[in-house]
């Protein structure tokens, strides 16, 4: 992924200023800020819910991800996967159907969607909990039905909006863990996260932003703010 002078804004209010960063394949990279540092949107930049006021978001390609066509940005879109700290799960169902979902709205056959979601929940360890409804589960056995959802398309990168802020420490650390595994098999990891003790454990690139702008971007580093 590559950002090249971004900026973004809401209305006439300008809250990222010419920013731009380069995501290599395979990386790990931590986003960092206090709150309102915006953070969010340049995830939601990323995913294309949030439109740029000026500058480019290049997809590893080197395509421009505004001259995508409808059917190519959703290709696009299935490429990255996304975990919530708010989970956007649906409670009343079970965890297959949750993960199921994902691939129905996106017209799978059903052939498909049996063959894969179980592959999936097996990776994430909850295979015995997939006819388990969502509402009676632990926060983390929660988070990794997230994680499932995320992982439903085979994305090349995952992005985590604050994954483990409504875990305890012990839960927060499995969902690490979780990621690193995913990080070394090939996937990009992006995750945005306030835990200072998290950045510090991992010691992965770190990018921070305060005031609209990136004001650190550094390797193997730890939490700057």
Known sequence: MHYKNI????????????????????EFVFLIGKSWSWKTSFIRSMLW???????????????????????????????????????????????????????????????????????????????????????????WEIQRTCIARALIHDPRIIIGDEPTGNLDRTNAMEVMHLLEELNQSGKTIIMATHDELIVNTMKKRVIAFEDGRVVSDTKNWTYCL
């Open 7 to 26: 900026t973004i804004a809401y209305g006439e209010r300008t809250i990222l200023r010419d920013i731009s960063i380069i995501i290599e394949p395979g």
């Open 49 to 139: 819910a949030k439109k740029l006021k000026n500058g480019h978001i290049f997809d590893d390609k080197n395509v421009d991800i505004a001259l995508l066509s409808p059917k190519d940005l959703l290709k696009y879109r299935r490429g990255l996967g996304t975990i919530f700290q708010d989970f956007k799960l649906l409670p009343r169902k079970t965890v297959r159907e949750n993960v199921a979902f994902a691939m129905e709205v996106c017209w799978y056959s059903t052939y498909e969607i049996t063959r894969r979601v179980p592959e999936v929940l097996a990776k994430v360890w909850l295979l015995a909990k997939i006819e388990t409804f969502v509402e009676t589960l632990s926060g």
